[in-house]
């Protein structure tokens, strides 16, 4: 299977970038733009996962465990030995699995609003229903209409570059989302297996943990994220917590600048290696 990737050379300390479910490498464009000014020379390698952007999307397996298998691969394919793997959303869990079934590759985790448990609960029919994506189609103009309005950023050429490679338009001129309805549930459920408990205590590297939360404190996705944190954190070998308050989960299209100045602390963490 053929992976697409984009890359930025460098001589420093690598940084493999992981999108989120339904999402493709060129999410990361506004913060790898802003690494790439200051990274002290990092190579950086922003990966369309299986089933996603221009990667192959074969019918089966989703499974966390194959998908980190798969960055193990990319790394083989670019004589990288080792890098700092950064993970948003469900690319955080792939991040810290990776993390956790390959320690000796795995510099320092950074899992930014994901990796860290599921903010819900219930049965597990309820989440997949709650968790489902939409299933539209739109004239182009209408969907970039749609999506702009409501951008956690100022709606620019930069953020429509990074946002629009989700969708395509089909032969009868709508715009749909490109991971199918069907390869999104079965990444859907694998990310409900996933168990932040049994994985993320195996991981030995820096773990920089990051839960984007709501000013709203009563908000329950907020309340629920807060206390996957605090129960996660005693299991860290090596913790890195924080809690950003008015982030939105696509943070790194929201505040790239900060995003790229976590990734560099990690990049610089003392602990780093060790």
């Not at 999410?27 to 690494?35: C, E, Q, S, Y």
Request: aromatic share 6%; hydrophobic share 45%.
């Amino acid at each position: 299977m053929r992976l697409a990737a984009t890359r930025w050379p460098g001589s420093g300390t690598p940084v493999v970038l992981l999108h989120g479910l339904a999402s493709q490498r060129r999410f990361w464009n506004p913060v790898a733009r802003r690494l790439v000014s200051g990274a002290a020379g990092s190579p950086i390698l922003a990966l369309d996962q299986r089933g996603h952007g221009d990667s192959e999307r074969p019918e089966q397996p989703y499974d966390l465990r194959t998908v980190a298998d798969d960055l193990a691969t990319a790394l083989d394919a670019l004589a990288l030995s080792r890098a700092v793997v950064v993970g948003h959303s469900w690319g955080g869990a792939v991040a810290a699995t990776f993390a956790a079934e390959h320690p000796d590759r795995c510099l320092a985790l950074v899992a930014i609003d994901g990796g860290f448990g599921m903010p819900v609960a219930g049965d597990r029919a309820e989440l997949r229903k709650r968790l489902e994506p939409p299933r539209f189609a739109a004239p182009p103009d209408e969907l970039v209409t749609m999506i702009s309005g409501r951008s956690p950023g100022r709606w620019d050429d930069e953020l429509a570059s990074a946002v629009l490679p989700i969708f395509e338009v089909g032969s009868d001129g709508l715009a749909r989302a490109r991971l199918p309805f069907d390869t999104h549930m079965q990444i859907l459920d694998g990310l409900l297996d996933y168990d932040a408990q049994s994985v993320l205590p195996r991981v030995r590297c820096p773990a920089w943990l990051v839960s984007c939360e709501s000013v709203d404190a009563a908000d329950e996705w907020t309340s629920q994220k807060a206390a996957a944190l605090t129960l996660i954190a005693p299991q860290l070998a090596r913790p890195r917590l924080m809690r950003w308050v008015g982030a939105v989960h696509d943070v790194p299209l929201q505040w790239p600048d900060l995003v790229a100045g976590l990734i560099r602390s990690a990049i610089n963490d003392p602990e780093i290696g060790g």
